[in-house]
């Protein structure tokens, strides 16, 4: 009997161990560390100069936006019901970044964003929605986005839609935690562990994720990806 009692905690440990191990295998990095595989730049400025200074690059086994010239860093790949984790700060000055889930079509707006629904990183303005071609709800429409028969999707409307909190970013210089969940037409984006945005009804449900290069420099130590198929409630 205490052969089989020992048996059973034993086979117990190890199913227990190899959940875990698949657990943590769901993971992807993004971002490696080491260089850009997975990715492709889209710099509009590049069409005409191709040796134009790099937008992206990689320094100190960080991921850096230079911020010029203007443009985007497009994962190959397309995704759909996710938790995306990324760790950034702003290296000098405060300024303008953000990361696009959804993206698809290139240069959609202003012949530089692709069509997506972009998740703001602007300091002090981290967790706003901006739509690009586009469009989501959130609950106090009118409230955020401003009058209603403003709201729009391309160039001239309000595509901005204000965040939940002030000052959920952390001093300039110090790392920050965003986790963007997106799941069928949800998302949901926390800023240091503080809910900033939620919106539901989204016109898209998967595409690509992009790193944009909008005048700031940024950097990025960790962009992971973990697959999920329900959000994380909220009050």
Same mark, same amino acid.
């Given at each position: 009997?205490?052969n089989?009692?020992s048996l059973?905690?034993?086979l %117990?440990?190890?199913i ?5 191990r698949s657990n ?9 560390? +080491?260089?850009l595989?997975g $990715?492709h730049?889209d ?5 005409i100069?191709?040796? %134009?200074t @790099?937008s992206?690059?990689i320094?100190d ?5 230079m /911020?010029d010239p ?8 397309v995704?759909?019901n996710y938790r995306?984790? +990324?760790k950034?700060r702003?290296a000098g000055?405060p300024g303008? &970044?953000g ?5 698809? %079509? =290139? ?7 692709p !069509?997506?629904l972009e998740?703001?990183?602007?300091h !002090?303005d981290? /967790?706003?929605? $901006?739509c690009i071609?586009?469009?989501i709800e959130? =609950?106090?429409?009118?409230e955020?986005?401003?009058p !209603? #028969?403003?709201w729009g999707?391309?160039?001239?409307k309000?595509r901005r839609i ?7 970013e952390?001093?300039l /210089? #110090? $790392?920050?935690?965003?986790v +963007?969940? &997106?799941?069928a037409?949800?998302i !949901?984006? $926390?800023?240091?562990n503080?809910?900033?945005n939620y919106?539901?009804n989204? %016109?898209?449900? @998967? /595409?690509q994720i ?6 700031s420099e940024v #950097?990025?130590? @960790?962009i992971?990806l973990?697959?999920i198929? @329900?959000?994380t409630p909220?009050?």
């Amino acid at each position: 009997m205490k052969n089989l009692l020992s048996l059973f905690v034993i086979l %117990t440990v190890v199913i227990s161990c190899q959940s875990n191990r698949s657990n943590v295998a769901k993971t992807k990095k993004l971002f490696n560390g +080491v260089d850009l595989s997975g $990715w492709h730049v889209d710099v509009p400025a590049a069409d005409i100069n191709p040796d %134009t200074t @790099k937008s992206f690059i990689i320094r100190d086994s960080l991921l850096v936006s230079m /911020g010029d010239p203007r443009g985007h860093l497009i994962t190959d790949s397309v995704f759909q019901n996710y938790r995306l984790q +990324v760790k950034y700060r702003f290296a000098g000055s405060p300024g303008n &970044c953000g990361v696009l889930v959804h993206a698809s %079509t =290139p240069r959609a707006l202003y012949k530089m964003f692709p !069509k997506s629904l972009e998740v703001q990183m602007q300091h !002090k303005d981290a /967790g706003d929605f $901006w739509c690009i071609v586009e469009d989501i709800e959130v =609950p106090n429409m009118l409230e955020r986005r401003g009058p !209603k #028969e403003e709201w729009g999707i391309i160039e001239g409307k309000t595509r901005r839609i204000v965040n939940l909190t002030d000052d959920s970013e952390n001093p300039l /210089g #110090e $790392w920050n935690t965003m986790v +963007v969940e &997106c799941v069928a037409d949800t998302i !949901k984006v $926390w800023v240091n562990n503080e809910l900033v945005n939620y919106g539901y009804n989204c %016109t898209a449900t @998967k /595409g690509q994720i992009a790193v944009q290069a909008e005048g700031s420099e940024v #950097e990025f130590r @960790k962009i992971d990806l973990t697959p999920i198929q @329900k959000t994380t409630p909220v009050n």
